[in-house]
């Protein structure tokens, strides 16, 4: 089987890959901790909470790849999003006042479907394949929403359930936009417009429920509105009839947009 990244781009010197995963997704970037320093327990249902998000990200870039839009841009993406996952599941071990055993029992609970999807993201894509990376990658998902729940129980304050919620955002934004692609690419995915339309009601809501949150700064209202403007725009494309190469990358643009704004919201409540 054909791999889709080439020897030389697996050499990549420490230095370039931490540049491309600035460049491809800043807002992505973990939070600056060596790994075996301990992570506040709202930074840490952060950082559990962009697993979720790398899931649905791996499957959006993918597709992207077999649909052969933006190919150097979408595999720049890919590549960061499984580098990004595997380096958070190592600092997620190191978590202040969290029992060691919770964050072990993540690892282990998500080992086997996490081997198969970093090695299906790099093999050449086929709608097949998609298939299936679209499965393990829902069950990396559950698993990950799983663990931040646990977070949340952990910290028992109104603050871990804002970092969770707004976090989730980020993870509903490429869920949309992959099975968007998975649509205009004809993977066979169960009951995929009935998903996504889930997705997008679940976003409306926790969007509405965020903005009328009293905790919410200046600054994180005045992001959040910037976000429902972002949301108009990206279920407008959504809506569109025509599969023409524009549009994926279109609706790519758009989910990474509100992303990012949701990144930084979830960080600020992370502060607060």
Not at 218 to 245: C, D, M, P, R, S
């Amino acid at each position: 089987m054909n791999a889709i990244f080439s020897t030389a781009a697996c050499r990549l010197c420490l230095g370039t890959m931490a540049t491309l995963l600035l460049l491809a997704a800043p807002a992505l970037s973990p939070n600056a901790h060596a790994e075996d320093v301990d992570l506040s327990l709202p930074d840490a249902i952060n950082i559990a909470g962009k697993q979720r998000m790398l899931s649905q990200r791996m499957v959006s870039f993918y597709a992207m790849l077999g649909l052969n839009v933006n190919v150097d841009d979408s595999k720049n993406k890919l590549q960061a999003a499984v580098s990004l996952f595997d380096t958070q599941v190592s600092q997620l071990q190191h978590i202040a006042g969290v029992d060691h055993a919770l964050s072990f029992s993540y690892k282990e609970s998500i080992s086997t479907e996490w081997a198969k999807v970093r090695q299906l993201a790099g093999l050449t894509p086929t709608k097949k394949r998609a298939a299936q990376l679209r499965q393990l990658a829902d069950v990396l998902l559950v698993k990950s929403n799983d663990f931040v729940l646990q977070l949340e129980d952990v910290s028992g304050s109104s603050q871990g359930k804002l970092v969770n919620l707004a976090g989730r955002q980020r993870m509903l934004s490429q869920r949309i936009a992959g099975m968007y692609m998975e649509n205009v690419w004809e993977v066979s995915v169960e009951n995929i417009t009935a998903k996504k339309e889930r997705a997008q009601h679940e976003f409306d809501e926790a969007l509405q429920q965020l903005q009328e949150t009293a905790e919410n700064t200046t600054e994180i209202t005045k992001l959040l509105g910037l976000v429902a403007g972002q949301w108009h725009a990206f279920t407008a494309i959504n809506k569109l009839k025509n599969k023409a190469y524009a549009q994926p990358a279109m609706v790519a643009q758009a989910a990474d947009s509100i992303l990012e704004l949701m990144n930084t919201v979830t960080g600020l409540y992370a502060k607060l």
